[in-house]
């Protein structure tokens, strides 16, 4: 596709369920970033792809948050045992090199009751 | 960790007036971007910069590397232009990801 595009728009889950958020990020693109925006918190960083390589996960908030990016590409978020904290606008967003201008998706919002 | 000021955090104008939006941060940089954010809208990068001036239509962002900062201006102001502006940058230390601004919210009124 043009952009970057994420799945699904909305999920509205139970406190305690795991959700998973996915994200496609733009061909050819090696950087792919996982973004939250929380009403009050603003945007914060969560967690990072740069190819083949190590993710950085220094902004996951706690161990129930966990990301994979297959083959380079589709990345997915996976929140486990989720809490009410956890309900926020979840960004993906990618770029052809690491520090290059990011594209991003359009969002996930997630709610949990 | 980069800090990220943003001012002012609220902004209303009128129509055909020229705005201004500053951010400063506080760790040297090798880009910072400029995104724009509409009321229930998705995210869209406006500009990235490294130095200078940049500009795309009605806005216009430039950066002072040396002086940690950076502004966006909007000319000729349109009641479209309204949304939530948001500055970020990396957040140093070797870390990647992004650090953003809280954002500046503009309205322009007819």
């Known amino acids: 596709g043009a952009g970057v595009s994420q799945s699904p728009s909305n999920k509205v889950t139970e406190k305690g369920k795991d959700v998973e958020l996915r994200c496609d990020p733009i061909s050819g693109h090696t950087a792919l970033y996982w973004y939250r925006q929380s009403l009050g918190q603003g945007l914060e960083f969560l967690i990072y792809f740069q190819g083949n390589s190590a993710p950085d996960k220094s902004g996951l908030p706690s161990d129930r948050f966990s990301a994979e990016r297959t083959g380079g590409s589709v990345s997915t978020l996976t929140i486990q045992r989720t809490q009410q904290e956890d309900s926020a606008v979840y960004l993906c967003?990618?770029?052809?090199?690491?520090?290059?201008?990011?594209?991003f998706g359009p969002g996930t919002r997630l709610t949990v009751l | 960790k980069n800090e990220v000021e943003q001012s002012p955090q609220n902004l209303t104008a009128q129509e055909g007036e020229f705005i201004t939006i500053n951010c400063s941060y506080s760790?040297?940089?090798?880009?910072l971007h400029w995104l724009q954010q509409h009321p229930g809208g998705g995210i869209v990068s406006l500009f990235m910069?490294?130095?200078g001036k940049k500009k795309h239509g009605r806005l216009i962002a430039t950066i002072n590397i040396q002086e940690k900062h950076s502004s966006l201006h909007i000319t000729a102001s349109h009641p479209r232009d309204s949304a939530v502006y948001i500055c970020a940058v990396p957040p140093g230390g070797g870390a990647d990801g992004l650090t953003f601004g809280k954002g500046t919210h503009l309205i322009i009124q007819p």
């Open positions: 910069l490294s130095s």
């Open positions: 760790v040297g940089i090798s880009a």
């Open positions: 967003a990618s770029s052809l090199m690491v520090g290059g201008g990011q594209f």
